[in-house]
């Protein structure tokens, strides 16, 4: 890596594409504030409760994808670029010690923990890109230090007050999300060009892919930790191997051709612009299985409320929905077994109340079963833009 010069900061395209050991690190720690919003969802399982970690969990992951891009963007083994991934990291751990007292006078630690974070992440790259005479990146970084200022503010006064204000939360993530997906519009700086979208490598299709598998973890991670807290019961350790099952399926799942769609669609930018937002309806499916395990676990047996069978039921469905997105969107391709698949384990929904929820998860993880052992043909993308049949 040059260490001088305007390409200094900036990723060369001839450079490496594998991640760092310092990224592998940051992936582990924001993995570990899924894991603690899984249990705060298995404790919340409500409307309100589910929406209240949604919001959250968005925060979260929208740290993390903005950070990755950062290092696909910039040589992540330069010291400017580590200082972000290390500043990202503390305000995550931040983020997940305040997530169990949110409501309760802690809100102002997750709100200043998420703006410090991209607000230090803005002015680190302005300042060194400054210092290179990088003009382009430096007004790239200045347009997404913006509209962090912007959001910033309604994070900020909406904890001011000790309780959260969900109306003001919600209104700085939605501007996150939309100034995200318009490509930051900037008085005077203008957006993001699409070009730089299409300069992605395939350093952030194995960001991504890493971060998912390591996710995928927390569900047999979560009710792990729950069951080790009580007896080993026959059927308490049945349903950690159902866990265990799910997890693996849903890896199964979203590890075919990922990595190929993400390397097809690179050339019209399209990962790199619906990546994040359709891998956040996957990550929510992996908060709401692994707190629907974490409730199995305790409770394997007897009838199974109707937040349970949203969580058990609506948890691998998301991720099944999220997958089928990240399919149709970079590939502009149906991938209709996925889809016909999917309503599979729903049926079953006017019953299911009186089943045991052990027997409701055993049942989603066969429809999870059917989505890879159905012969299918449809057809999906592989790199070169060129279509190839598919049993996905």
Same mark, same amino acid.
């Given at each position: 890596?040059t ?7 900036v ?19 924001f ?8 249990t705060?969802l ?10 209240m970690?949604l919001?959250? @969990?968005t ?7 903005v950070?990755? %891009? ?18 990202a990291?503390?305000?995550s ?5 305040s ?29 060194s890109?400054?210092?290179?005479h ?13 509209w962090f200022?912007?959001?910033g503010?309604?994070?900020i ?14 209104i700085?993530?939605t501007?996150?999300?939309?100034s ?8 005077? @700086? ?8 299409e300069?992605? %490598?395939?350093?952030?299709g194995?960001r991504?892919?890493q971060?998912v598998i390591l996710?995928?973890g ?5 009710p792990?930790?729950? $069951? ?10 049945a349903a ?11 890896w199964? $799942? ?11 669609g ?6 790199a612009?619906?990546?994040?937002y359709?891998?956040l ?19 394997? %047996?007897? %009838?199974?409320?109707v ?6 039921l609506?948890?691998p469905a998301?991720?099944?929905i ?25 049926l079953t ?8 929820p052990l027997?409701v998860?055993?049942?989603v ?12 043909a449809?057809r999906?993308t592989?790199p ?9």
């Open positions: 890596m260490t001088g010069g305007t390409a200094a900061l990723r060369r395209p001839d450079g490496s594409t594998r991640a760092t050991l310092l990224e592998l690190l940051f992936d582990v720690v993995v570990a504030s899924l894991a603690l919003t899984s705060l298995a404790g919340r399982h409500t409307w309100s409760g589910a929406a970690v919001l959250m @969990l925060a979260i992951w929208w740290t993390w994808s950070t990755s %891009t950062t290092t696909e963007f910039y040589d992540p083994q330069q010291r400017p670029i580590q200082a972000i991934l290390m500043v990291m503390v305000g751990v931040g983020m997940a010690a997530l169990p007292k949110i409501s309760s006078g802690h809100a102002l630690v997750f709100a200043i923990a998420y703006v410090g974070t991209h607000v230090i992440r803005g002015i680190i790259l302005i300042t890109l400054h210092k290179q990088h003009r382009s990146a430096m007004i790239r970084a200045a347009r997404f230090l913006f200022l912007v959001s503010v309604f994070w006064t909406g904890a001011l007050s000790g309780t959260v204000s969900w109306t003001l939360w919600t700085a993530i501007i996150d999300l939309l995200a997906a318009a490509r930051y519009p900037t008085p005077w @700086l203008g957006r993001v060009p699409l070009d730089q979208y300069r992605t %490598t395939a350093h952030l194995e991504y892919q971060f996710a995928l927390d569900i047999i991670l979560v792990t930790l729950q $069951v080790s807290r009580g007896d080993f019961g026959g059927l308490r350790v950690l191997i159902c866990a265990f099952a799910v997890m693996l399926l849903l199964q $799942v979203y590890v075919f051709r990922a990595g190929e769609l993400l390397e097809a690179a050339r019209a930018g399209r990962p612009r619906v990546a994040p359709t891998h309806v996957m990550l929510a499916g992996v908060v709401g299985t692994a707190a629907s395990f974490d409730l199995i676990v305790t409770r394997p %047996t007897g %009838t199974t409320p937040g349970w069978l949203l969580l058990i609506g948890g998301l991720f099944v999220g997958r089928v997105l990240f399919t149709l969107l970079v590939s502009m391709v149906v991938p209709w077994r996925r889809t016909l698949c999917l309503p599979l384990p729903l929904l006017p019953w299911a109340g009186r089943w045991p027997l998860a055993t049942i993880a066969l429809g999870l079963l059917s989505h890879i052992l159905i012969p299918g449809t999906e592989t070169g833009l060129r279509l190839r049949r598919s049993d996905d």
